[in-house]
């Protein structure tokens, strides 16, 4: 009795870390099919019936099913794959993007007769990721088109200085001071694009 007791608060206690960790937690057989699925997966809006008895493979995108099967062979020959990150259907039909750790689980000849997937959504991360990305090309070309507006305000700043004392000469031609008005005006509006 107290060794069945003893089995019993393990067991209890197992399957309250299963169903209280924030990834889901599936395992499958050998071949692919899901076989357990923990609470969160039911929490994350997936059903019994769309989980347990089959392949988890089909969850994944088409595109990078090969990678899930390849991974999932690596792991059925006993050797563990971490952090595989894939996009997979969610249980609303959107694909979210999931890191994935497989693990062989091993009978008592050691033969691995399971695996132990581990599922975490990173969607948000990945979208906040490619944000920053996104801001980090931003600040590069803002860094680049400040750099040109500069080197392009330098030859203005002579233009316009040079147009302005050419302007103010007594002896320049009428006409020469209508051409050298074009000038100024032209410049004055190529300065204010730039800025």
Same mark, same amino acid.
């Given at each position: 009795? %107290? ?17 209280? %960790?924030?990834?889901? =937690? ?13 609470? *969160? ?11 347990? $008895?089959? *392949? ?44 994935? /750790?497989?693990?062989?689980? *091993?009978?008592?000849? /050691? ?10 959504? =990173? %969607? ?17 070309? $803002?860094?680049?088109?400040? $750099? ?12 316009? $200085? ?12 009428? /006409? ?5 008005? =074009? ?6 509006? %190529? ?5």
């Amino acid at each position: 009795k %107290t060794f069945q007791s003893q089995l019993q608060r393990e067991r209890d206690f197992n399957q309250k870390i299963l169903n209280t %960790t924030q990834s889901m =937690i599936l395992v499958l057989d050998t071949a692919g099919l899901i076989s357990y699925a923990n609470r *969160r997966c039911y929490e994350a809006g997936y059903k019994e019936e769309e989980m347990v $008895g089959r *392949r988890l493979v089909e969850l994944v995108e088409p595109s990078q099913r090969k990678d899930f099967e390849a991974a999932l062979e690596t792991t059925a020959n006993g050797h563990q794959v971490e952090n595989l990150e894939l996009r997979a259907r969610r249980s609303d039909g959107s694909l979210g993007y999931f890191s994935i /750790s497989l693990s062989p689980m *091993r009978d008592e000849q /050691s033969t691995v007769n399971s695996v132990v997937v581990v599922m975490t959504d =990173i %969607t948000d991360a990945a979208l906040l990721q490619a944000k920053l990305a996104h801001a980090e090309r931003m600040a590069t070309i $803002g860094r680049l088109v400040s $750099g040109v507006a500069h080197e392009v305000n330098n030859p203005l700043a002579a233009i316009l $200085g040079f147009t302005d004392l050419l302007l103010e000469n007594p002896e320049m031609p009428a /006409s020469a001071q209508e051409d050298l008005k =074009i000038i100024l005006q032209e410049t004055q509006r %190529t300065k204010d694009i730039v800025q």
